[in-house]
């Protein structure tokens, strides 16, 4: 059977941990033939390479101007699939993906990924729960295209950026969302049912080569808390530079090491709320570690911090858990599906500096570092490569023979 993947990113080293490309590992080692199409971008080594296998995976690198990609086109034209898996609202990949999919007769399986990242939706993606649009309006015919065309655009974005987004997730012969809150969204809101694909990750915590990062001077070598991530208001790194600065106040250092691989204009933003609040020397700033330098941090964190406000799912959280660190979490939808206060995480309100402080010293607790670790172990084995895998075949049973 012919497979072809189609999404913006992945097939490098940043990404390994991506469904996705998990996926695609899985059906290359079951003996598919497997495609992943991705962007291509010049200016980023990562992308610039047009063709090439990255551990196992063939991948080509399609360039696009709008929705219209001629090298994605052809090659689904050649390549000849049964299936054609269209990953992410947002891509500018999956028009043509899908287009290319009905002339050579292929099933199409749209994986829906941050349903409530979409401008057309939201108008903050950093604050979604709060800013969903009054009417809702996603163009996903051609006669709504060209209707709209004739009347206000739809809140959020262009109308043809609307309509290149959602008609191939509209038509799709099958609909996976990776939670259960996002699958009641696009029912609320599209009318579709879908399969539910939680995301995991591959437990390799103990193979997991490492490497020591250049650490900031002051920055401890063990036991400081972790933050991973966007300097994005919905990943909550601000509420932790807040309850720093509370515990400072009752005269209790902890430090934290901030990891982002933001630009230099979004990471000012953190740099100015350290100083501003006084905890310069308790925040520890690295910038696009590697894997084997994330493996060295997981190894001596005291502590993950995800105080999200909003997740399309979190994967840090289980790269904590396979790690055996401690996790911080908050009272999120999509983190209540897994995390659980006092058996494998601590959760705090979201955007709560107090709790959050709180947490940070109820994990001294007796015996709770202990009980947050075995839970979390226990909830990782739940969420592997191989179940997401065996998750992926039953939603696309029935779609097609073999």
């Known amino acids: 059977m012919k497979i072809a993947i189609v999404t913006p990113f992945g097939a490098e080293k940043r990404l390994d941990a991506f469904a996705e490309f998990l996926i695609a590992q899985h059906l290359v080692k079951d003996?598919?033939?497997?495609?992943?199409?991705?962007?291509?971008?010049?200016?980023?080594?990562?992308?610039?390479?047009?063709?090439?296998?990255?551990k196992t995976v063939p991948?080509?690198?399609?360039?696009?101007r709008y929705g219209c990609s001629p090298r994605l086109f052809i090659e689904i034209l050649k390549f000849r699939p049964q299936l054609v898996m269209l990953c992410h609202i947002r891509s500018w990949l999956n028009l043509s993906g899908y287009i290319a999919a009905r002339l050579v007769g292929a099933?199409?399986?749209?994986?829906?990924?941050g349903f409530l990242h979409d401008p057309?939706?939201?108008?903050?993606?950093?604050?979604?729960?709060?800013?969903?649009?009054?009417?809702?309006?996603?163009?996903?015919?051609?006669?709504?295209?060209?209707?709209?065309?004739?009347?206000?655009?739809?809140?959020g974005c262009g109308r043809w950026e609307n309509f290149a987004t959602h008609y191939p997730m509209a038509h799709a012969d099958r609909l996976i969302t990776i939670t259960q809150f996002e699958r009641e969204w696009v029912k609320k809101v599209m009318g579709l049912d879908s399969r539910l694909v939680p995301w995991g990750?591959?437990?390799?915590?103990?193979q997991a080569s490492e490497s020591e990062p250049k650490l900031p001077e002051g920055c401890p070598r063990e036991?400081?808390?972790?933050f991973i991530g966007q300097v994005k208001r919905r990943k909550g790194w601000d509420t932790i530079i807040e309850a720093l600065a509370l515990l400072k106040e009752q005269g209790i250092r902890k430090d934290l090491v901030f990891v982002t691989s933001s630009s230099p204009d979004e990471y000012k933003e953190a740099h100015d709320l350290v100083e501003k609040l006084g905890v310069k020397d308790r925040v520890h700033f690295l910038y696009r570690v590697s894997n084997e330098e994330k493996a060295w941090l997981y190894r001596r964190a005291a502590a993950l911090l995800a105080p999200s406000r909003y997740e399309g799912f979190g994967l840090t959280p289980f790269e904590a858990f396979d790690f055996g660190v401690?996790?911080?979490?908050?009272?999120?939808?999509?983190?209540?599906?897994?995390?659980?206060?006092?058996?494998?995480?601590?959760?705090?309100?979201?955007?709560?500096?107090?709790?959050?402080?709180?947490?940070?010293?109820?994990?001294?607790q007796p015996g709770m570092r202990e009980a947050l670790i075995r839970g979390g172990k226990e909830t990782v084995a739940k969420y592997t490569d191989v179940q997401i895998y065996e998750a992926y075949q039953r939603a696309v049973e029935g779609l097609i023979q073999g």
């Open 59 to 64: 991948t080509v690198r399609c360039r696009q």
């Open 120 to 155: 057309c939706v939201v108008s903050d993606r950093d604050n979604p729960l709060e800013t969903v649009h009054e009417n809702i309006a996603l163009l996903t015919s051609v006669s709504s295209l060209v209707k709209s065309s004739f009347e206000k655009a739809p809140a």
């Open 201 to 206: 990750v591959k437990l390799e915590a103990e």
């Open 326 to 364: 401690p996790v911080f979490g908050t009272d999120i939808p999509v983190y209540s599906d897994f995390l659980k206060d006092g058996y494998n995480s601590l959760i705090s309100k979201k955007g709560d500096p107090v709790t959050l402080a709180e947490n940070m010293m109820r994990l001294e």
């Open 31 to 54: 003996g598919r033939d497997v495609r992943m199409f991705t962007y291509h971008m010049a200016n980023n080594p990562e992308y610039a390479e047009k063709r090439l296998t990255y």
């Open 107 to 113: 099933k199409v399986v749209f994986k829906v990924i």
């Open 223 to 226: 036991g400081f808390l972790f």
